[in-house]
């Protein structure tokens, strides 16, 4: 309803001035609920997560999880079918809204984004045989540096700089038996211009997360025309 409320006194300003939205667009489905429901003039469209149905939560089946991917289910599903159109970012997330939530194929649009069909951005390559993998994920765990950080372990013939962004000391302390061999270095934080330097000194990107298949900082990385290792999530 906040959500709502912020929207419906933007469309006013607007309109003040005698001008109008084609469009209103929500990162989440369940913030669109409302706006959805009561705003009838202009098309409401939303882009429904896969966080919350990929295999973490098949194979952590706790309480918590498990309460939270019933409550997400109804919001959701109510969202969904208030909604014009919704937008996902893999095909086993369309097909899976048009099977649970009974929503029409041709309502929901599959994006995805390829490197070449992104404008790059100039990028430095590393003039020496290190290879420099970038990582950003808050959740470390859920991004998959213990899957990460294992293959590097088998990586014998190039030397290895990793960069891990977003990453607490936690996490640092917890995977340090791996890391205290690799060249690397990590950043709770960095603003826009630091992370902007970060994309271009990187020659990989990596987030090899069972639960999110395509994130904002994978698209960010192709615009800088820099290989996406991830997991073969359809």
Request: with cysteine; glycine share 4%.
């Amino acid at each position: 309803f906040i959500y709502y409320k912020t929207v419906e006194q933007q469309i006013s300003e607007v309109k003040e001035n005698g001008e109008s939205y084609d469009l209103v667009f929500f990162n989440s489905v369940v913030e669109s609920l409302h706006s959805s429901k009561l705003i009838h003039k202009i098309p409401v469209r939303a882009f429904l997560h896969d966080e919350n149905f990929m295999r973490d939560y098949v194979e952590n089946p706790s309480w918590k999880r498990l309460l939270y991917r019933k409550l997400m289910h109804r919001y959701e599903g109510k969202a969904v079918q208030l909604l014009e159109r919704v937008l996902t970012n893999s095909k086993y997330m369309k097909n899976s809204i048009v099977d649970i939530y009974s929503k029409h194929p041709l309502k929901v649009n599959y994006c995805y984004f390829r490197s070449f069909d992104l404008p790059g951005s100039a990028s430095v390559t590393s003039i020496d045989d290190t290879i420099h993998i970038l990582f950003i994920k808050h959740d470390a765990d859920r991004g998959g540096l213990a899957l990460l950080l294992n293959e590097i372990k088998k990586m014998k013939t190039r030397k290895i700089s990793l960069h891990l962004v977003g990453v607490g000391p936690s996490y640092i302390e917890k995977y340090n038996s791996v890391l205290s061999s690799i060249e690397y270095q990590y950043d709770t934080y960095l603003n826009r211009d630091e992370l902007h330097h970060a994309f271009l000194k990187t020659d990989i990107f990596c987030v090899p997360s069972f639960s999110e298949a395509l994130g904002l900082a994978n698209i960010e990385a192709l615009q800088y025309s820099k290989p996406v290792v991830v997991l073969d999530i359809p």
